[in-house]
């Protein structure tokens, strides 16, 4: 990035702000559906019962918990990978 002169890094960095919120916004999306359909069973009020409410407590917080599990291994990795010289995609 350093090769860049100062638009081209603002662009790059309008580009990679859009694509985390893209990526945030499909991980989002893909939360709430899941939960959704693995806890939400009774249609007949508007509001959760307790039982749903709990399951969707549950849900997200697996979920949640399971993304952060993944990235903090994804990092290692890929630090162990920089450390190695192994580097990705070269």
């Known amino acids: 990035m350093e090769s860049l002169n100062s638009s081209e890094?603002?662009?790059?960095q309008?580009?990679?702000?859009?694509?985390?919120?893209?990526?945030?916004m499909?991980?989002?999306?893909k939360l709430v559906q899941k939960c959704f359909d693995d806890c939400i069973t009774d249609f007949t009020t508007?509001?959760?019962?307790?039982?749903?409410?709990?399951?969707?407590?549950?849900?997200?917080?697996?979920y949640l918990k399971g993304s952060e599990r993944l990235g903090t291994r994804f990092q290692e990795l890929n630090a162990s990978m920089?450390?190695?010289?192994?580097?990705?995609?070269?």
Do not use: A, N, W
């Open 9 to 12: 890094q603002q662009v790059l």
């Open 14 to 24: 309008g580009r990679m702000e859009k694509k985390q919120m893209k990526e945030f």
């Open 26 to 29: 499909t991980m989002y999306g």
């Open 46 to 62: 508007k509001s959760l019962h307790t039982k749903e409410e709990g399951c969707v407590m549950r849900c997200v917080d697996k």
């Open 82 to 90: 920089m450390q190695s010289g192994q580097i990705p995609g070269r």
